[in-house]
């Protein structure tokens, strides 16, 4: 016992800011590690290959620019555009960018605890809270949160050390960073603005001046972060597309507060705890009435210990409250009317308030006053504290992981990109789309094609002669067959021409059960004496037309032969349109049959 006390009096006196420095970067480095390795089990989902598709075109302001669903983020895709440049589909690059972000992000914090605090145990506790939140581990394992947040973090810290540069004396060194690091975080993150709340609070927390003088001097560093706010904002008006959206009525407004509510007051003890799987391998906070009890009650402790001990601090909880209620009004307008209140308890939009309410807890309970006659029990009561809300973290981070794990997209493309290698460039694949166990169909673009010509996989799309290969859901070649739903009466033999470039309209006559509108594939036999190439479009029986894709090289001069098309946007078509592209060339077609492939291996 008296070993114990010994150490609790070792921890109660100030450490030294070299150990501090060295512990943060240590909590850093083997947390990112770890979250490295539960990341390295999953692998990618839709958004990460679409992204990548669109990184796979380069550098360009325009490509950097294409919006991201109702963001503007260059930053988002730049980084993409480096991993496609680089190593594109090696998964294990995206983990180690991650790792480094992460590690630079703890350091940062567990070094502005250092600087807001001192020679202080509570910088080590307050790195540890940071960098096992829960609330931002979500957005370490999927990519595509992670390339919008993990930089956020990085660079929105390094906006708050700014913050306390400018007040400490070191103004052109704030002025020199401070509105870069700003603006390369709006540039992955709109919402990481809000930052600036943080910032702002930190500021007056530390103000020693009268309020009036305090402004004067606030002045030139709050127009030197205006001018990043203002540019990025020209920027997003100029090239961004956000959809329309609205607030839910009064009752789900106030059933979504709730729910936003319970991020932070979950996370105060440890929690989610548990996940709701939307789609494996990706899952929803799901807290137990039981973390959200525990939380209440921490978050009142810390409330009143604010109020009675160090007001200041409840400037802090301040810029937690804005967080909230700004991440709980952009939900509720922008993604209540698609899908309902789900997004609320997706993590990818609560990550960035893991910097507020670290610093709001760790500035609040550093200030708790107990009698002088239990202080020895002190070090012994804040470490049951901190292995109670570790234990909580931890328990959250294994449920997530073991989601995040049941991903089948990294055996899906090594076995894919194995069995194409041993077919060699020649072979031949319909354009299908990838899985739907890691390809939503919230995609845009959730084709196969253009995820394997960014990797530099050779291959040929629908190109002319025998059917075509699929996929299987393990990612191995099938041969396929060919399930007709509709074709046309022309012969299966060269009967009928196509003279230069006049269209020809032919009705389609149902051969296979009903299916209503589809995304349909085409075969068409042909003689050509000439290459060339042939439009197709569907026509339903509202006079709706269909172009469908054109196949990627021109039909090759041959006797009787068949073409590929498809994929087309979803119609019920009753008529085919085909038009030859090059006036001084006749093909002679064949039947045209309008159906889908089917693996048959």
Request: charged share 15%.
């Amino acid at each position: 016992m008296s070993t114990f006390w010994g150490a609790s009096g070792r921890l109660r006196a100030a450490p030294e800011e070299a150990v501090l420095r060295v512990v943060a970067v240590t909590i850093a480095i083997v947390q990112a590690v770890v979250l490295g390795v539960l990341a390295r089990r999953g692998s990618w989902m839709s958004d990460d290959l679409e992204f990548l598709v669109q990184g796979g075109r380069g550098f360009a302001p325009g490509e950097l620019l294409t919006p991201v669903n109702d963001h503007i983020a260059p930053g988002l895709r730049f980084v993409y555009a480096v991993f496609a440049q680089l190593a594109p589909l090696n998964h294990d690059l995206t983990v180690a960018w991650r790792v480094l972000m992460q590690a630079l992000a703890i350091t940062l914090l567990g070094f502005l605890l250092l600087r807001l605090l001192g020679r202080n145990w509570w910088v080590v506790a307050g790195t540890a809270l940071y960098a096992l939140a829960p609330v931002s581990m979500p957005s370490f394992m999927s990519l595509s949160s992670a390339v919008n947040n993990l930089p956020a973090h990085v660079f929105g810290l390094l906006v708050l050390h700014a913050t306390l540069d400018w007040y400490s004396g070191n103004r052109r060194r704030a002025v020199a960073y401070g509105p870069l690091s700003l603006l390369i975080s709006l540039a992955c993150w709109e919402k990481s603005g809000l930052v600036l709340v943080t910032a702002l609070a930190l500021a007056l927390y530390l103000r020693k001046v009268p309020l009036r003088e305090w402004l004067r001097q606030s002045l030139p560093l709050g127009a030197a972060f205006a001018v990043p706010v203002v540019a990025f904002g020209i920027v997003y008006l100029t090239n961004g597309q956000p959809s329309a959206g609205r607030l839910p009525g009064f009752g789900d407004l106030v059933e979504l507060a709730g729910r936003a509510f319970a991020v932070p007051i979950g996370s105060l003890a440890g929690g989610p705890w548990r996940w709701s799987p939307i789609a494996v391998p990706f899952g929803l906070a799901d807290a137990p009435a039981a973390a959200l009890v525990i939380g209440s009650v921490v978050c009142a402790f810390l409330l009143f210990v604010a109020w009675r001990s160090n007001r200041r601090a409840l400037l802090v909880w301040g810029s937690v409250l804005a967080y909230v209620l700004t991440t709980w009004l952009l939900v509720s307008y922008g993604r209540f009317e698609t899908f309902g209140g789900v997004f609320t308890l997706h993590y990818h939009y609560w990550s960035d308030l893991s910097i507020p309410l670290t610093l709001a807890v760790v500035l609040t309970a550093r200030a708790v006053k107990l009698p002088a006659w239990p202080a020895r029990t002190i070090p012994a009561a804040v470490a049951f504290c901190l292995v109670a809300w570790t234990a909580g973290a931890v328990v959250s981070a294994a449920g997530f992981a073991q989601l995040w794990g049941q991903n089948p997209s990294r055996a899906y493309f090594d076995t894919l990109t194995a069995e194409l290698q041993e077919a060699g460039p020649s072979v031949n694949l319909w354009d299908i789309t990838m899985p739907a166990s890691f390809s939503t169909i919230l995609s845009k673009d959730n084709r196969l094609s253009p995820v394997l010509r960014t990797a530099g996989i050779p291959f040929r799309l629908q190109g002319p002669g025998g059917d075509p290969y699929t996929v299987s859901e393990a990612g191995r070649l099938q041969p396929t067959s060919f399930f007709i739903w509709a074709k046309t009466s022309t012969p299966g033999d060269c009967k009928t021409w196509l003279h230069g470039t006049k269209p020809l309209e032919q009705s389609l006559r149902r051969v296979g059960v009903g299916f209503g509108p589809t995304r349909w594939f085409a075969r068409l036999a042909y003689t050509t004496t000439r290459e060339s190439r042939v439009q197709v479009e569907l026509i339903d029986a509202g006079g709706k037309v269909v172009a469908m894709p054109l196949p990627a090289d021109p039909w090759p001069s041959s006797g009787l032969a068949n073409m590929y098309f498809g994929p087309s946007e979803p119609i019920e078509p009753v008529t085919v349109r085909l038009r030859n592209l090059d006036p001084n060339v006749d093909i002679c077609l064949g039947g045209f049959d309008l159906g889908l492939p089917q693996g048959t291996g």
